[in-house]
């Protein structure tokens, strides 16, 4: 491997004049309370941020319904765009938890979709399906649904490490801030907070409430995120529901026509699906394995990806996610009814809550998002889906984009002279056990490097200990299995907040100063990105696997004993306080088995020197005064 193997972490506390600084994080927002199963089964923690959080559901036609490539699967097109799918995460006020519903983590209808993952993973459904139900079936988002959209600003009181985050209404400097960046806003609505945007784009296997706790925890700092589900063939399961004479399934134009050169079976099959046209009034797209190559993703997979497949969904992936962004627009144009009565997901259609979108109110909506410089986030497909949308023009809203563990040789190759590379501002937070695949870290170091050499900020970390699913709800949901097949070191909870912490160090450093403007003061900061590599030091090893498990798990020298301590361990944090394990925000301690203390957590590889960073502020126009945030304040004394 090349030098960039070769560096130590760096130290994310700081001291000043001695004095140690620690990490700020604001109290969290009242949660939700838990169910009674919730007490006896799996449970997604609660989120950290000072707000609470609602949730959408939001199926519409798509404007132009069309297939994407000639790829087909039992004489259909695979990947055909007929509706999008996607969930919006957002700040919202605390409503009545007695009167209010929470939505469910595995989608409607859950025990088919567990079917969908056991078809996905290779294995018999009734395993899944019976282990899905005893643990997480009726788990709960700490998520309110259709709740209605915060109006507060989240101020700080107090000083330095001790100050507290709470929610009030708008001031008249605030007001006054607001209302210069208000002006397509409702007049009832001038002065109250307007939030910066995420589009969320799963994996392979996932689903719309699949990394729900990323999602969740940026809508709990004040983000609208956009949570999509894809429906190209690379999630476990999804329903698309039909709109009649609208969509290709309904009227066949997603069909092989039969030819001379059929023979008789295939013809016979299809005169006969044409009969027998299906009444149901929604369709199933499950998992697509790459023909004669199933195993694409696979490191050791001597025929590599299935780039053909891989690139069609991309392409489609891309345009979900503009149809999701015109969704938006209509909503912050005043236009939400318009997006009510299109609305697939209700009472009646396949996977809707009764609950649909009752409730909203749209006119609240109206100007309270901002549309320009969209963050474009994504997990491992995902990722690599997130690149593409940072090079291409037409995406020209979307200002920068964070890479969860991608999965780099999935993503399209530039092309000289044809594909524009990226240069947008670009974070790149993978795990130990993909550093440990040296084909999928080079391609995610040349992305970076793609965009630091189009003259954009780029960093490129690794949080230690953690495994490619350790950016997911399966690893908080699963933590114990985790540990025990994927060997994963770190404490899921932990993986997550480093995650959503360096997501807020980028973020206040790329995002334009009027949607950061009253945020950085609130946002939990570690300190995590720095200014520049470490040339000097060395990257540990110890835990990479043998070749058959890379990329799949990590090794665990010693484990036997290290598990016994770890065991001990928790028993000693429950009578005394231990300052080099790691605590949530309610004081619980977050000790992986392996602990290397604050600072010590994330590997950067790659990053910006300070000279780019004030160079690329000073060219966004930070506001004079507020300090810029890549540099470390010291509190005051």
């Known amino acids: 491997m090349s030098k960039r193997h070769d560096k130590q972490p760096k130290q994310s506390t700081q001291s000043c004049q001695g004095e140690d600084v620690k990490p700020t994080r604001p109290p969290p927002a009242p949660q939700p309370p838990k169910s009674i199963r919730e007490r006896f089964l799996h449970t997604l923690p609660p989120y950290t941020g000072p707000y609470n959080v609602g949730f959408l559901e939001i199926e519409l036609p798509a404007r132009d319904p069309r297939p994407f490539s000639h790829i087909k699967r039992n004489h259909e097109y695979a990947l055909k765009l007929d509706t999008v799918l996607f969930s919006v995460y957002y700040p919202c006020t605390r409503p ?71 929610l009030v209404d708008d001031s008249e400097s605030q007001q006054e801030q607001q209302e210069e960046q208000d002006s397509g806003a409702d007049p009832k609505n ?13 994996g392979l296997g996932g689903s719309r409430t699949s990394c729900s706790a990323v999602c969740g925890e940026l809508a709990s700092f004040g983000f609208v995120v956009v949570a999509m589900e894809h429906r190209d063939g690379s999630g476990a399961r999804t329903y698309v529901n039909k709109i009649g004479h609208q969509d290709l399934d309904s009227q066949h134009l997603d069909r092989e026509k039969p030819s001379p050169e059929k023979d008789a079976k295939d013809k016979a099959a299809s005169d006969l699906r044409k009969q027998n046209t299906d009444p149901k009034n929604y369709y199933m797209v499950d998992y697509i394995f790459p023909k004669d190559n199933a195993q694409d993703t696979s490191p050791h997979n001597a025929r590599g990806v299935d780039t053909e497949l891989r690139s069609a969904q991309i392409d489609m992936r891309l345009a979900e996610v503009e149809e999701a962004f015109h969704a938006l627009s209509l909503i912050n144009d005043g236009r939400g009814e318009q997006i009510l009565e299109q609305n697939l997901r209700k009472k009646g259609n396949a996977g809707s809550s009764s609950n649909g979108l009752d409730g909203i109110d749209w006119e609240q909506w109206k100007g309270r998002l901002y549309l320009e410089g969209v963050t474009m986030m994504g997990h491992s497909f995902g ?32 092309v000289p002279g044809q594909t524009k590379t990226v240069h947008k501002p670009i974070l790149s937070l993978g795990s130990e056990a993909f550093m440990h695949w040296k084909d999928n870290f080079d391609r995610v170091e040349q992305i970076c490097r793609e965009a630091r050499d189009g003259g954009a900020l780029s960093w490129m970390t690794t949080i230690r200990g953690s495994t490619h699913l350790s950016q997911t709800d399966f ?22 907040h480093l995650t959503i912490c360096s997501a807020l160090e980028f973020l206040k450093i790329t995002l334009p100063p009027q949607r950061r403007r009253y945020n950085t003061s609130t946002w939990v900061d570690e300190q995590l990105l720095k200014t520049e590599a470490d040339d000097d030091s060395r990257i540990s090893f110890d835990h990479r696997p043998d070749d058959k ?12 004993s290290l598990r016994v301590k770890h065991w001990l361990g928790r028993l000693t944090w429950r009578r005394k306080a231990a300052e080099d394990v790691p605590r949530d ?34 060219r966004h126009d930070w506001p004079p005064g507020e300090g810029k945030p890549y540099t470390h304040q010291c509190p005051a004394v």
């Not at 001038?190 to 799963?202: A, C, D, E, L, Y």
């Not at 203390?597 to 950067?604: F, K, L, Q, S, T």
Request: hydrophobic share 40%.
């Open 96 to 166: 009545d938890t007695k009167t209010s519903s929470r939505v469910p983590w595995l989608p409607r209808p859950r025990v088919p979709t567990c079917k969908g993952y056991a078809k996905f993973l290779n294995i018999p459904h009734f395993p899944v399906t019976a282990y899905i139900a005893l643990t997480s079936m009726f788990t709960k988002l700490p998520a309110f649904r259709n709740a209605r959209l915060s109006d507060k600003w989240p101020t700080v009181t107090g000083e330095g490490a001790d100050g507290q985050t709470t």
């Open 475 to 496: 690893a908080v949901l699963y933590p114990n299995w985790m540990s025990l097949f994927m060997k994963t070191i770190v404490n899921p909870k932990r993986a997550i």
């Open 383 to 414: 990722g690599a889906t997130t690149v593409q949308a940072l090079r291409l023009e037409r995406f020209n809203w979307i200002g920068q984009g964070i890479l969860l563990d991608a999965w780099g040789p999935a993503t399209p190759e530039v």
């Open 585 to 618: 925000a309610s004081g619980k301690p977050l000790a992986g088995l392996l602990n290397w203390g604050a600072g010590n957590e994330i590997w950067v590889h790659l990053s910006p020197d300070q000279a780019d960073v004030d160079h690329y502020m000073e």
């Open 190 to 202: 001038r002065g109250n907070p307007k939030f910066p945007v995420v589009i969320f784009s799963h």
């Open 549 to 560: 498990w890379v990329a799949a798990r990590l090794k665990i020298p010693n484990e036997f």
